[in-house]
C-alpha cells in the first residue's frame, strides 16, 4: 500500500467517505491531520479533526503481509466514529496500528481493527490529556454533525468500543499526554459499574492503560476474559517526572483498584508499574508542594492500592490444582506529606503497595509485590478489610512462586511521624493469607526509623522491623518459605507474632488475637533477620532483635514448621549504645533470636537455630530520659516457653558471642518409629532452666550435648532423656 494524507488546519472526512491504502503484501499508510503521536515535522498537524460514522479509513495487508499505519490526530480535539482499519494479511501477517489521538478525543461508535488471523494482533492507540472510561454510550451521538470545537472537560469512551476490538484481535492502548487545562490531570479512570470483557477470538490481545498521572479502577468496575488470554499493562506516572499542572509540580501517579473492582485475565498477565519502565518503575503516590509543606494527596498517597479488589490470572478464572495462569507483577512507591513545625517537621508516609482485603490469584503464574514507602511509609502493607465484614488479604499460586519485596523509608533527621500513620516497616502483614501449592514463596524487607527527636548529643529513635508478621498464615504442600528482615537502626530484622481481628462493630477496640504459621509439608522453612545497630550518641527506644518469634497465649499460638523438610532460623541482634527506660526498669536485650513463648519450631529433617546476640548499653544519669541498667543478661539465642520438634532427627542451637539460654521449653528430637535424632546445644555460655530435652527412640536413644565455652548449666529443674524405648540402645547426654 502507499501513502493517504488528508492535511489541514480543520480535517473532516464526512460521508460515505473512503480512504484506503491496503496493498497486497502489506498496509500503507493513512494520515488524517497529522502523524504518530504528532511529532512528525514533515506533516502539518490539525487542530482539529473529524470522521465522520459512515466513512472507512483503510491500511490492510490484504494477501501476505503486516498491517500499515491510519492515524487520525488533532491537537486540540479528534471526533473518529468510523471504520478504521489496519489489519494484517490473509495468508499471514501482523496487524498494524491504528491512533486516534488528541486533547480531546471523541471515539463514540468508532469500529477499529488492527487484528491479525495468522500473525500477532497491532494495536488502536487512544492518546488524549485526559480519559474516563465510561459504562454507557461516550460524549455524542456517533458521526451526524462535524464539529472541530475543543472541550474542557475529560475525554470519555466507551467500554463496549474498547471490548468491540478487543474481540475483534485487537490491542488496545490508552495513553494520557501533557495536561491542558486545570481540570487535565492526566489521569485514566474506569468509572464505576463499567465492564470490558473480552468474550470472542482466542489470539491474545493487550489492554494498556498509560497514564502521566494516576490511574483508577472505580468501584465494581472490571476488566476480564472469557475467550483468550487478555494481558493488562497499567503504567502511572507514564514520564516519571514531575508535570507541571496549572503553574503546580505534580509529582507521581498512583494505580487505585476500588471496592468490588476486579481483573481476570484468563491466563494473560498483569503488570502494574511506573514510568513507562515495566521491570524497575514504579507507580508512585501523588505528592505537591503547599507553601513550605509538601503534601501527599488523599487517597492516592500510596504507589499501588489495592482496597478489596481481585486480581485473578488463571485460564477459566479457577484457580484449581494444576491449573495455568498468567503472571502479576505490581510495583509501587508512595508519597508523604512533610509539614514543618517549630523545631522539626511532622511526616506522613504512603506505602509503596498495599492491600487491604485484596485477593490476588495467579495459578502457575509467578506473582512480584515490589513496594517502597515515600519518606516514612512502608514498603508493602498486607491488611485484612474491616468494613462490615473483616476480609484478609489473599494471595495464592498453584506451582507459580509468590515474592514480596518492601523497602520501609527512613524519616529523616529532626522529623516525627504523625500519630497513626502506618509505621515504614519494609514488609507489614496483619491476618494475611498466603499459600501456594507447590511454589517456593520469599517475603524480604529492610525497615526505616519512624521517628527522630534530637535530644543533646543525637537523636531518640524509634526503628523499625525489616518484616513483621502479625497473625499470618504461610502455607505451601511441597514448596519452601523464606523470610529475611533486616530492621532500621534500632529495628529488628523479622517478626512472626500475634495479630489481630479487628472488631467491625467497635474500631477501637483490641480485636481478636491470632498467631502467625508458617507451615510447609515437604519444602524447607528459612527465616533471618539482622536487627539494626543505633549510632553511639543516639537513643533508641525500639529493641533490635534479629528474629522475634512469639505467640501469646495457649490458645494463640504462633507455629513455624516444615513437615518433612527443615526449619533454620539465623538471626543477629542489633547494637544500641544507649536505651530508654521502660515502665518495669527491664529491658531484654537484642538478642540473635527471641523466642518468647507459645510458640512452636518443628522441622521434620531438623532444626537449625544459630543467633548473634547485639548490645544494649546504658546512657549516664542527667541526660533528658531517664536511663538504668539492663537486668536482663544478653543472649545470642533466648528460647522461652518455646516447644522444638525434630522428630528422628537434628536439633542444634548454637550461639557463640553471648550463649545459650532455654527456659521453661521443651526441645524434643524424639522417634517413635526409629532412631532417636540428637540436640546439640553450643555457645560462650548454655543453661537450661525449667526445660526438658528428649532424644528417645523405638529404635534406640540419640545423643544431648551442652558444650559451652565458658559456663554450661542445666538446673535442677529440666530433664534430659536420650532412652531407647525399644530394643534400640540409649543414648547419651553430656555437657562440657
Not at 372 to 399: C, H, N
Not at 560 to 569: E, H, P, Q, W
Request: negative net charge; aromatic residues 2%; charged residues 10%.
Amino acid at each position: 500500500g502507499g501513502e493517504i494524507q488528508v492535511l489541514g488546519h480543520h480535517v473532516g472526512i464526512t460521508g460515505s467517505a473512503t480512504l484506503d491504502a491496503s496493498g497486497s503484501s502489506g498496509g500503507g499508510s493513512v494520515l488524517v491531520g497529522g502523524d504518530y503521536h504528532g511529532r512528525n515535522a514533515a506533516v502539518r498537524n490539525a487542530q482539529a479533526t473529524f470522521i465522520g460514522q459512515d466513512t472507512t479509513l483503510r491500511a490492510d495487508a490484504i494477501d501476505n503481509g503486516d498491517g500499515g499505519r491510519v492515524v487520525v490526530w488533532g491537537n486540540d480535539a479528534t471526533r473518529a466514529h468510523g471504520t478504521l482499519r489496519a489489519q494484517g494479511g490473509a495468508a499471514g501477517g501482523n496487524g498494524g496500528l491504528v491512533e486516534t489521538s488528541g486533547k480531546y478525543l471523541d471515539t463514540a461508535g468508532a469500529r477499529v481493527s488492527a487484528s491479525a488471523t495468522h500473525g500477532k494482533s497491532g494495536q488502536w492507540l487512544l492518546d488524549p490529556a485526559d480519559i474516563t472510561i465510561g459504562a454507557g454510550p461516550t460524549s455524542t451521538p456517533p458521526g451526524y454533525t462535524a464539529t472541530f470545537t475543543s472541550q474542557t472537560e475529560s475525554s470519555l469512551v466507551s467500554a463496549a468500543d474498547i471490548q468491540t476490538s478487543l474481540n475483534a484481535g485487537t490491542s488496545v492502548s490508552i495513553a494520557t499526554g501533557n495536561p491542558v487545562g486545570t481540570l487535565d490531570l492526566g489521569n485514566i479512570e474506569i468509572e464505576a459499574g463499567a465492564s470490558i470483557l473480552k468474550s470472542a477470538g482466542s489470539q491474545p490481545v493487550t489492554l494498556t492503560l498509560s497514564a502521566i498521572g494516576s490511574i483508577v479502577m472505580s468501584d465494581n468496575s472490571s476488566i476480564g476474559s472469557t475467550a483468550g488470554p487478555l494481558n493488562i499493562d497499567f503504567n502511572s506516572y507514564s514520564l516519571g517526572v514531575p508535570t507541571n499542572i496549572s503553574g503546580v509540580n505534580v509529582t507521581g501517579g498512583a494505580i487505585f483498584m476500588a471496592n468490588g473492582s476486579s481483573i481476570a485475565t484468563n491466563g494473560g498477565n498483569v503488570r502494574f508499574y511506573g514510568a513507562s519502565n515495566p521491570a524497575a518503575g514504579f507507580a508512585r503516590g501523588v505528592s505537591l508542594p503547599v507553601g513550605a509543606s509538601t503534601l501527599a494527596v488523599p487517597g492516592f498517597e500510596n504507589g499501588v492500592l489495592l482496597d478489596r479488589a481481585l486480581i485473578n490470572t488463571c485460564v477459566g478464572g479457577t484457580c484449581a490444582v494444576g491449573v495455568s495462569g498468567g503472571t502479576l507483577s505490581i510495583r509501587g512507591q508512595g508519597a508523604a506529606s512533610v509539614t514543618p513545625l517549630g523545631a522539626g517537621s511532622s511526616v506522613v508516609g504512603g506505602a509503596g503497595v498495599q492491600l487491604i482485603g485484596a485477593n490476588l490469584q495467579t495459578g502457575s503464574g509467578a506473582m512480584g509485590i515490589d513496594g517502597v514507602g515515600g519518606r516514612r511509609g512502608a514498603g508493602v502493607v498486607l491488611d485484612e478489610s474491616a468494613s462490615g465484614v473483616v476480609t484478609p488479604a489473599q494471595l495464592a499460586t498453584g506451582s507459580g512462586t509468590i515474592t514480596i519485596s518492601g523497602t520501609g523509608t527512613d524519616v529523616g533527621s529532626g522529623f516525627a511521624g504523625a500519630a497513626n500513620a502506618l509505621a515504614p516497616v519494609g514488609v507489614s502483614s496483619n491476618i494475611t493469607q498466603i499459600s501456594s501449592l507447590s511454589g517456593n514463596i520469599s517475603i524480604t524487607g529492610s525497615g526505616g526509623v519512624s521517628d527522630r527527636t534530637p535530644i543533646a548529643g543525637g537523636d531518640q529513635i524509634n526503628g523499625q522491623a525489616g518484616v513483621d508478621l502479625r497473625g499470618t498464615s504461610i502455607t505451601s504442600n511441597s514448596g519452601g518459605i523464606s523470610v529475611n528482615g533486616t530492621g532500621s537502626a534500632g529495628g529488628a530484622g523479622t517478626r512472626v507474632i500475634v495479630g489481630s481481628i479487628p472488631d467491625p462493630s467497635a474500631p477501637s477496640a483490641s480485636g481478636t488475637p491470632v498467631g502467625s504459621t508458617l507451615n510447609t509439608q515437604t519444602g524447607n522453612v528459612s527465616i533471618s533477620g539482622v536487627g539494626g545497630s543505633a549510632a553511639a550518641t543516639d537513643i533508641s527506644s525500639s529493641d533490635p532483635f534479629g528474629v522475634a518469634i512469639a505467640g501469646s497465649s495457649a490458645s494463640v499460638t504462633t507455629l513455624i514448621r516444615s513437615g518433612s523438610g527443615t526449619v533454620s532460623v539465623n538471626g543477629t541482634g542489633g547494637d544500641i549504645s544507649n536505651t530508654i527506660n521502660n515502665p518495669s526498669g527491664v529491658r531484654i536485650p537484642a538478642a540473635g533470636i527471641l523466642a518468647a513463648g507459645f510458640d512452636t519450631i518443628e522441622g521434620g529433617s531438623g532444626v537449625s537455630l544459630t543467633g548473634v546476640g547485639g548490645s544494649d548499653g546504658v546512657r549516664n544519669s542527667g541526660t533528658p530520659i531517664a536511663i538504668v541498667l539492663t537486668q536482663f543478661p544478653g543472649r545470642d539465642l533466648l528460647i522461652a516457653g518455646t516447644t522444638v520438634l525434630a522428630p528422628g532427627s537434628t536439633i542444634n542451637a548454637n550461639g557463640v558471642l553471648k550463649g545459650v539460654e532455654v527456659s521453661n521449653s521443651n526441645l524434643d528430637a524424639s522417634s517413635t518409629a526409629g532412631t532417636a535424632g540428637n540436640i546439640l546445644l553450643s555457645g560462650l555460655d548454655v543453661g537450661l532452666i525449667g526445660s526438658t530435652a528428649s532424644a528417645n527412640g523405638l529404635g534406640g536413644g540419640g545423643q544431648i550435648s551442652v558444650t559451652a565455652d565458658n559456663v554450661a548449666f542445666v538446673g535442677a529443674d529440666s530433664a534430659l532423656s536420650a532412652d531407647g524405648t525399644g530394643a534400640g540402645s540409649n543414648g547419651g547426654a553430656n555437657g562440657d
